[in-house]
């Protein structure tokens, strides 16, 4: 497996959770919030598909799907375009409404086929690349897809347990 196959995998074990996670829900329990402010199915999906978008788009220095394709309209939320969530209050994470699980899924896909067209023409060597001197050590390319993957995993999860605790 190189390294190109072994990022895809990745990505691709996630579109898997994303699907399984939105699948025959409702706006209702999409929206659910756990004790009334916890982060909802709709928004724990939405965000981790914006941080995967707008980070993927930053290292491959594209536009990110979310205003280059209009996802951005369709969801029609009440945030500027560049929003993807960090730092949201309550009342915003509120604001991430979804009619249809389908839509977010569709997102996902979208943002994932982009993330593998980028990661399919990657060697060991491109992973060596910094991409990002802010930070000490500066952040390479594959310390940054790293992190794009575990944030994900990570909300991913959250939303499949927010789905087995909906009542």
Not at 21 to 27: F, K, Q, V
Not at 57 to 65: F, L
Not at 87 to 114: C, E, F, I, N
């Amino acid at each position: 497996m190189n390294t190109s196959e072994l990022l895809a995998d990745a990505f691709g074990r996630i579109k898997e959770l994303v699907e399984q996670t939105a699948e025959g829900l409702t706006a209702e329990q999409l929206a659910y919030r756990p004790a009334g402010t916890g982060n909802s199915i709709a928004w724990l999906l939405w965000h981790l598909t914006r941080v995967q978008d707008a980070q993927v788009a930053d290292v491959a220095g594209s536009q990110e799907i979310w205003t280059a394709q209009g996802w951005a309209g369709r969801f029609a939320l009440p945030f500027d375009e560049s929003e993807h969530g960090y730092g949201m209050s309550t009342d915003d994470v509120s604001k991430v409404r979804v009619d249809d699980p389908q839509l977010l899924v569709d997102y996902y896909d979208a943002v994932h086929s982009r993330s593998l067209e980028y990661v399919a023409g990657l060697s060991e060597a491109d992973l060596d690349r910094v991409v990002d001197d802010r930070w000490d050590p500066p952040v390479t390319l594959g310390v940054r897809l790293i992190s794009i993957i575990d944030d994900d995993v990570q909300h991913v999860g959250q939303a499949a347990y927010v789905r087995g605790i909906l009542p």
